[in-house]
């Protein structure tokens, strides 16, 4: 069948229509002509495959990554960069219409200063192939995996590791993980910041040898190693952590502050648009007495706008996280900030009830925000709240009911994740005056 691209779809397809009922295609492009296949029928909808491009966009490019359909981690390898951000920038502008009935002003999206070789850690699946290892990916909604040569958002650095250890597990004849014998290795995770490397080896029960440790401290950049000994088939990756070599903890520099990373700690994936994101946060938070930011991790942000409050309570419900945050207060000598180990909704409950907050940060996971947070803040008299989101469309919803009691100031999108769908956004919002 013929037909003619019409638009985006949020995962990177393009969409068009066949009876009345948009297809889903991937790796079509908007104004595109194209043939194309039904592949199922989802009763509201259609899921199609792209067969021939009649007519190609100018928007379209030849992708770097030889695997990119099949790995489906950079579902816009094939997109100009400059058109993915208007992507990014259109998906959002829908979203906030649909969900939230906004029809504002959005702000031009922070570019990322490096759309390729951008990310800053990886945590890869091994395969074995000929009595090799190697790491790889399933391709997305399959058992299949596939081989990796080379990740092209993967930083240099981080890249350029990941073929060295391989080449080092192959030369001493290290096996895939066995579920029967309960040994080997399962997962290749991997940290680089400031030139520093990180690598975690999650396994069976085994032993990992003096020579295989020496020979992988040679390598360039690597200053820690970890193995996590997991033989569990639960989806979490780590097992029991054991430190091998080196330096416990990771540390970073984000302009002038200092941050101390355990090994299951996490951190955004893109360090330099991080500051970026970070600036964004300072430069919008007002003077406040009492700043609360929830979700808050290993408290990067709260250290960043740490001299816009008098006090700063950080909320986590991740022991680890919050006890890495209380460290990472220490270092870089921030009394008035702390953080506490609670649900973050049930936290705001009682400290709106116990001291004056007038700053909300609210960095939530995909889910977004969940009802008690939601009814807490609509209670309070917080002043200002700033919703740094990784998801549109909770985005969306959620500031479809905090509108009861809040204006949105400003939004601006920033581009964290060059090659795919996804857009972090920050939104400044600030209580209706009755």
Known sequence: MKTKVKKWGINGEGIAFHEGKP???ENAIPNE???FDIKSD???????ELTRLVEQSSKRRYPLCPIWKECGGCALMHVKYPAQCKMKEGNLKETLIKYADYNGRILPILKNPEPLSYRNSCKLPFGEEYGELYTGMYERDTNHFQKMERCYVHSKLLEQTRQE???IMNEHHLKMYDDKKKTGYRTLVMKEFDSKIQI?????KEDLSEEFIHDVTQLEGVVSIWQSVKTETKREVFGDMRFIWGEEKMH???EDIQLSLLPRSFFQLNTKQSVNLYNVV???MPRSKTTVEAYSGIGAISLFVKDKAQEIIGVE????????ANENAMLNHADNVSFICEDAGSALAHLVQEKEVDTLIVDPPRSGLDDTMKETILKSKIKTMIYVSCNPATLAKDLGVLKKEYRIVKIQPVDMFSQTPHVETVCLMSRKQK
């Open 23 to 25: 297809v889903f295609i």
């Open 33 to 35: 002509v194209i043939e």
């Open 42 to 48: 989802e009763g509201t909808y259609l899921v199609g």
């Open 165 to 167: 250890v391989l080449k």
């Open 200 to 204: 975690i080896f999650v396994t069976g």
């Open 252 to 254: 970073l520099r984000l």
């Open 282 to 284: 300072k430069d919008w």
């Open 317 to 324: 419900s991740i022991q680890d996280a919050v006890d890495n």
